[in-house]
């Protein structure tokens, strides 16, 4: 089955800065790459997604790229805030499958 | 418009026991998945129903059971607790449940589980 593995678990960085998480995937079948976002106490909530139809998205301070040669994607935060700060979950799931599987988190900390 | 919703928010049992939990799917969604996730995971798969039918499971054994209602609504059972069931449970809609898979999917903010 798919296993996806994210990196690095831990990030800090000043307000500002860049962010920038990675996630490889081990099914070359698997064609949609969401990511979400965890507050604690609360569920995750989706931020961006992208499909293996394409190279990469944009949503104003946040980006997404895919490279299916090599079976990766990444989230790229730009000009970070406090209130990024949360669990940064990568997942990634095969059409007709209903198994959606998702990385071990990423903690990022932007400090003020 | 009505998010997901899941009850008990917290609750504790014992090895051996049994436990249901419930989820109330978002408005308009007709798929409900359950995840595990473990302190300082990410959410395991463990199924999904569509029309009131199992439609994906994950590893997890058969004591891990659910059930969705004619109104989209679900419930997950699991049997015979072992304290490494302790965990975030989160229901997750979508208005996938034709096989793509590729729904986004909206969480509720889960049940936690303390197994003693």
């Known amino acids: 089955g798919e296993n996806v593995e994210q990196h690095p678990s831990t990030l800090s960085v000043q307000e500002g800065d860049s962010a920038v998480i990675k996630c490889t995937y081990s099914d070359s079948a698997s064609n949609y790459f969401p990511w979400y976002k965890q507050e604690l106490g609360k569920g995750p909530q989706l931020i961006i997604d992208?499909?293996?139809?394409?190279g990469e998205k944009k949503d104003q301070r946040i980006a997404v790229t895919l490279n299916k040669t090599a079976k990766h994607f990444s989230l790229h935060i730009t000009e970070t805030q406090p209130e990024d700060s949360a669990v940064y979950f990568c997942a990634a799931s095969i059409a007709k499958n209903n198994d959606m599987r998702f990385g071990a988190g990423t903690r990022l900390t932007v400090k003020p | 418009e009505t998010g997901v919703t899941q009850s008990p928010t917290h609750l504790i049992k014992t090895r051996g026991q049994q436990v249901t939990l419930r989820c109330s799917s978002q408005?308009?969604?007709?798929?409900v998945s359950w995840y595990q996730q473990a302190l300082g995971q990410g959410p395991q798969f463990i199924f999904q129903?569509?029309?009131?039918?199992?439609?994906g499971r994950g590893n997890f054994p058969p004591r891990f059971s659910g059930l969705q209602f004619p109104n989209y609504s679900s419930e997950l059972n699991v049997n015979a607790l072992e304290l490494d069931d302790s965990a975030l449970y989160l229901c997750?809609?979508?208005?996938?449940?034709?096989?793509?898979?590729?729904?986004?999917?909206?969480f509720g903010e889960g049940s936690r589980l303390t197994v003693l």
């Open positions: 408005s308009g969604h007709n798929t």
């Open positions: 997750a809609s979508s208005s996938a449940g034709t096989g793509l898979g590729t729904g986004e999917l909206f």
């Open positions: 129903y569509y029309r009131e039918e199992e439609n």
């Open positions: 992208i499909r293996s139809n394409v």
